[in-house]
């Protein structure tokens, strides 16, 4: 029988990034879906990899990154955010709705992974303005957080795969609030004295054998 536990968490992490790392994206997918393979049920997780394009629906009430803060990041246990040569579209109250993703996941107390890619050459057609900003905003947050670079898709897929296995590790089994393993049953203690009948009572399970039967008596009146 496998070794593995009886139930297992859900844990949630999102993917954002802008449209030119769609392969980045996809990479890392996969080495979520290798980890949850080999050690997901042994560890007591399921990481569930989620991004805006599929795991987010239109809601006329909220704006167009206010539905996938709402929908997304804010129940997210784990943010990974990925740029190359494009910083992506300002919003409301950030830089672009990755930036805004990262800052609310910062935020809230999340897990929250960047990567910067330095392929080149840069894609066809890349906008100078968005690398500008990109630049920006990459030296801004290295000077007050820690992020990652990568100069191949391959060395990216290797360093996130065991990036993603260390930072599980700060997911123990048990948290509190989210059922892990069944309780283990109190052990039953049990006493035996003489031989003969036996009587079983109390919380404990204690056990009365007697030398003979109780004898009945009648009182008449």
Not at 3 to 14: A, D, N, R
Not at 44 to 49: I, L, M, R
Not at 160 to 180: I, M, S, Y
Request: aromatic content about 8%; glycine content about 8%.
């Amino acid at each position: 029988m496998s070794g593995g536990t009886s139930s297992v968490e859900l844990i949630k992490l999102t993917l954002c990034g802008p449209t030119d790392v769609a392969k980045e994206i996809g990479l890392a997918a996969e080495a979520i879906d290798e980890w949850n393979c080999q050690h997901g049920e042994q560890r007591g997780f399921w990481v569930k990899h989620q991004h805006w394009s599929t795991d987010s629906y239109p809601d006329a009430q909220e704006t167009g990154q206010g539905a996938i803060n709402k929908q997304l990041i804010d129940s997210t246990d784990i943010l990974v955010a990925i740029f190359w040569s494009r910083i992506g579209t300002a919003t409301a109250n950030a830089e672009s709705g990755t930036v805004e993703e990262i800052q609310r996941g910062i935020k809230r107390g999340r897990k929250v992974m960047v990567y910067f890619s330095d392929l080149e050459p840069l894609p066809a057609g890349a906008s100078i303005e968005q690398v500008k900003r990109l630049s920006a905003f990459r030296e801004q947050l290295r000077a007050h957080r820690s992020c990652w670079t990568f100069q191949s898709r391959s060395r990216f897929r290797d360093d996130f795969a065991n990036h993603l296995a260390l930072v599980l590790n700060d997911f123990p089994l048990g948290r509190k609030g989210r059922a892990r393993r069944k309780p283990a049953e109190t052990a039953i203690r049990q006493s035996a004295r003489g031989t003969g009948n036996i009587q079983i009572a109390g919380d404990g399970n204690e056990i009365h054998q007697y030398q003979r039967p109780p004898v009945m008596k009648t009182v008449l009146e």
